[in-house]
């Protein structure tokens, strides 16, 4: 079992920068591929980054390059830093561990899941 906390959201205006944190419990963090998820009221559950066992990661379309996931597996810690941020990266935020080796963005497969921290970023 792994139990996940996230911390950092708030609120931003556009342009400005936020780092938001997953601290981890549980199951030898190592183990584990990282992702990042966000939802918007009313909109679905969508991917943001996700980072594998080895450090690889994969970044949706409308977060790459302003947007870095990392992984400290000594600190059992799995970071977004979330640069130029815009109107429409406003959502609660989670963070979800899954077993696989690499990184990947399905949801689904993802086994355990925060309880989300919330990022507004005003116009």
């Known amino acids: 079992q792994v139990q996940l906390v996230e911390s950092g959201g708030g609120l931003v205006q556009a342009g400005g920068s936020l780092r938001l944190s997953c601290a981890a419990s549980?199951?030898?963090?190592?183990?584990?591929?990282w992702g990042w998820f966000r939802q918007a009221p009313g909109r679905a559950r969508e991917f943001v980054a996700a980072?594998?066992?080895?450090?690889?990661?994969i970044y949706a379309d409308s977060v790459k390059g302003r947007f870095t996931i990392s992984r400290d597996n000594a600190k059992n810690t799995v970071c977004l830093q979330m640069n130029s941020l815009r109107p429409e990266d406003t959502a609660v935020y989670y963070c979800?561990?899954?077993?696989?080796?690499?990184?990947?963005?399905?949801?689904?497969?993802?086994?355990?899941w925060g309880q989300g921290t919330q990022v507004t970023v005003s116009s």
């Open positions: 979800a561990a899954d077993t696989a080796v690499l990184a990947h963005p399905s949801a689904s497969s993802y086994d355990y």
């Open positions: 549980g199951r030898t963090f190592g183990t584990y591929a």
């Open positions: 980072i594998g066992r080895g450090g690889t990661t």
